[in-house]
């Protein structure tokens, strides 16, 4: 019986935060032309395996805004990737070519009073995992479009980061 290769994978950006942001919109690094967060969870390409666990760090005190990644195994085809513009993901074009993996919903944000804020899925909470990734052919990353489910505020060049617990096979 093989075991699953099980490692820590780390995506991060810095989004542009310019203030308010509405229930959908997205969180990206440019207000014009904007890249899905890109995460290497594979060690060649096309790898696959299971998110068991994600976390997610917002650099911002005192946020509790819930937050969803979604998912795909090739940058979006279609939709716009812009900061604080409404999600549009997935578009049609990714659900066809089967490029959408699927989506993380984090509950709301939390802190102590300082730091970050952060949120945590497992597959024991509300949040769609364990989920199922295969890489894209020619690459060993996903890509992720992180958007708010309520309104936030958030600074200019706020830190955003994920970290994925994957198991692979």
Not at 21 to 44: F, P
Not at 61 to 84: E, H, K, Q, Y
């Amino acid at each position: 019986m093989a075991y699953p290769k099980i490692k820590t994978v780390t995506g991060s950006s810095t989004i542009r935060g310019l203030g308010a942001y509405a229930a959908n919109d997205m969180l990206l690094d440019s207000t014009a032309t904007g890249a899905a967060i890109a995460i290497q969870v594979g060690d060649h390409d096309g790898d696959s395996g299971y998110i068991s666990q994600a976390n997610l760090f917002l650099g911002g005190s005192a946020m509790t805004a819930r937050i969803t990644g979604f998912l795909f195994s090739v940058s979006p085809a279609g939709g716009t990737l812009m900061d604080n513009a409404a999600n549009l993901h997935p578009v049609t074009a990714d659900i066809t070519s089967r490029n959408f993996i699927g989506q993380i919903d984090w509950v709301a944000l939390s802190n102590q009073g300082s730091g970050d804020s952060h949120a945590i899925a497992t597959v024991s909470t509300s949040g769609n995992l364990p989920l199922l990734y295969t890489c894209g052919s020619g690459t060993r990353n996903i890509y992720m479009v992180p958007a708010t489910n309520d309104s936030v505020t958030c600074g200019t060049g706020m830190a955003i980061k994920v970290d994925f617990v994957t198991e692979q096979y």
